[in-house]
């Protein structure tokens, strides 16, 4: 999809918040400190530079592969393999990046995060010297496996278009049989590694919502935390914490009712099979013409 000009800028406004964002956080992430304190930081950040969270920040421990965001009143502590998965929209038009730290200074993170680090680097490459999303794969899934690692094979990039963060196009992390090349548009690529099988699978719920339905709700506080979610989020994913903090802890039950109802969506955890490590990188680029990677 062609973007106008003034989405580009919209978008690259986003990736310069994202950077920003980024430098700033990285130095303050230490093992101990709560990821409820690290994901309010970036938020607030965020928001302090006219940007809005495009979803709520992804702080996944260990086998956790994404889709883990602290509740309100989470106490997990920062530790081990650590993903730093975060979002920023400017009008519906997003940066999302990611990177991973490792807080037990052990060599084998060090590698596994730049695995996908290296995979992240050499596939921008090949989008910039316009290859196939098979030929784009398959250098994630060599790059991994030249550390000897696996690539994580059912989680893919994704095409973002307005208030979607998961647009058409997937971009696969491994070798496939898909000629086309990346279109113009906004994509995000994230390879991750592993030292397992190099598969997920859904585990516990996760607090991290979308909007799929707006029909009618028959409690009167649903409904209004409905509307909200409408107003406030649109198609972009959001999560319990944002909706206590707006509505206090009486909403949880509102959330509840909504699920119910048909009107969100909950996503689950995403954790690799054999709960080993994962790792992760991510940049958002705008291909047209050339490429930019507006994350970094
Ligand atoms: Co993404």
Redesign the pocket.
């Known amino acids: 999809m062609t973007l106008t000009s003034s989405q580009k800028q919209k978008s690259i406004r986003a990736g310069e918040i994202a950077k920003e964002v980024k430098k700033w956080i990285k130095p303050q992430i230490k093992k101990g400190m709560t990821l409820l304190e690290i994901a309010e930081k970036i938020e607030d950040k965020i928001r302090e530079l006219k940007g809005k969270p495009a979803f709520p920040t992804n702080l996944s421990i260990n086998e956790i592969a994404a889709h883990y965001t602290p509740s309100y009143s989470d106490e997990t502590k920062a530790n081990g393999l650590l993903k730093v998965?975060f979002g920023i929209h400017v009008d519906g038009w997003i940066a999302?990046t990611a990177f991973s730290v490792d807080l037990e200074n052990s060599e084998e993170n060090k590698k596994l995060i730049e695995a996908s680090k290296e995979a992240l680097k050499n596939a921008i490459k090949e989008v910039g010297k316009k290859s196939s999303l098979g030929e784009i794969g398959r250098v994630i899934q060599e790059t991994i496996e030249s550390k000897k690692f696996s690539p994580i094979i059912n989680l893919t990039g994704?095409q973002m278009e307005e208030y979607e963060l998961h647009g058409e196009q997937t971009i696969l992390n491994i070798e496939n049989s898909r000629q086309e090349i990346l279109e113009e548009g906004l994509y995000?690529i994230?390879p991750f590694a592993t030292t397992g099988s190099g598969k997920i699978y859904e585990g516990k719920q996760s607090g991290i919502y979308i909007l799929i339905n707006g029909k009618n709700v028959r409690s009167p506080e649903a409904r209004k935390v409905l509307d909200f979610i409408g107003d406030e989020y649109q198609t972009l994913p959001f999560c319990s914490r944002w909706i206590v903090k707006k509505f206090g802890t009486k909403s949880l039950f509102a959330l509840k009712q909504l699920e119910d109802n048909g009107n969100l969506h909950q996503y689950p955890q995403l954790v690799e099979a054999s709960h080993a490590k994962v790792s992760q990188a991510?940049n958002t680029i705008l291909v047209d013409g050339g490429v930019i990677v507006t994350t970094e």
């Open positions: 998965d999302d994704h995000a994230e991510e």
